[in-house]
Nanobody, 127 residues
Framework: QVQLVESGGGLVQAGDSLRLSCAFS????????MGWFRQAPGKERESVAA????????YYADSVKGRFTISRDNAKNTMYLQMHSLKPEDTAVYYC????????????????????WGQGTQVTVSS
């Protein structure tokens, strides 16, 4: 069974940086495409970034493009989300998600495309 554990969230000020990590276990990490999602209070869950198995293909929501970077280390079974220039509107619970796929260079940006989810990590950005 796939298990995902996010870490790295916290309380920061606007303009600061954070790096989130998602530790994957239970199956072969390199067989899974991965994604980051977030949900703010009273809002729907939204896609933040996604990465293919090979890391060759990535996706970013317009709201984070140029500020966030998604990456993965298949040797460490871990995915990352480096966040720079954080804004109060980035405040949310951030979730990582995984889905098995035969396609090594395809990413998935929609929540329903993912089979496995972590428990989330809170990111709070104060103004």
């Amino acid at each position: 069974q796939v298990q995902l554990v996010e870490s790295g969230g916290g309380l920061v000020q606007a303009g600061d940086s954070l790096r989130l990590s998602c530790a994957f276990s239970g199956r072969t990490f390199s067989n899974y495409a991965m994604g980051w999602f977030r949900q703010a209070p009273g809002k729907e869950r939204e896609s933040v970034a996604a990465i293919s198995r090979s890391a060759f293909s990535t996706y970013y929501a317009d709201s984070v493009k140029g500020r966030f970077t998604i990456s993965r280390d298949n040797a460490k079974n871990t995915m990352y989300l480096q966040m720079h220039s954080l804004k109060p509107e980035d405040t949310a619970v951030y979730y990582c998600a995984a889905r098995p796929t035969d396609f090594i260079d395809v990413y998935y940006s929609r929540g329903y495309e993912y089979a496995y989810w972590g428990q989330g990590t809170q990111v709070t950005v104060s103004s």
